[in-house]
């Protein structure tokens, strides 16, 4: 299989989940507001985040601003990680899931995206490349 169609599977799964995740914040059932109560977050404040994170997600699945996107979102989900930390929950379920998914964000941009895996390459490599 090639490259940039695993990286695409890889990232539709995590884009799959987050517009999953976004769309729920905006809808605010009953689970969502019970989450936020636990995680000591205000109940106005859900509509917001799920906008930020809908945002940050389609600028992730646009190719010009893919980069961007994965950028934006480590940071939102650098955030989960820490309102998780400071309730103490589980380490591996709970707190590093939001971990998983940067990496599988970043995953998938570096199989879909060449300019990202220039990045990492030496510059003999990236030369190549031009």
């Known amino acids: 299989m090639q490259t940039t169609t695993m990286g695409r599977m890889m990232s539709g799964v995590v884009v799959a989940f987050l517009v999953f995740d976004g769309v729920l914040k905006l809808c605010k059932p009953a689970v969502v507001m019970e989450a936020a109560a636990k995680l000591g977050l205000p109940q106005q404040i859900t509509v917001p985040l799920g906008l930020i994170l809908l945002a940050s997600t ?9 980069i961007l996107g994965a950028i934006l979102l480590t940071g939102y989900l650098g955030g989960a990680v820490c309102t998780h930390l400071r309730i103490g929950d589980p380490l591996f379920s709970h707190v590093l ?9 970043w995953g998938g941009l570096w199989l879909r995206d060449p300019r990202v895996r220039a990045l990492f390459t030496t510059p003999s490599v990236r030369q190549d490349m031009l």
Do not use: D, E, K
Request: net charge positive.
């Open 58 to 66: 389609v600028l992730y699945t646009v190719p010009r601003t893919a």
């Open 97 to 105: 899931f939001p971990t998983y998914l940067g990496a599988l964000i």
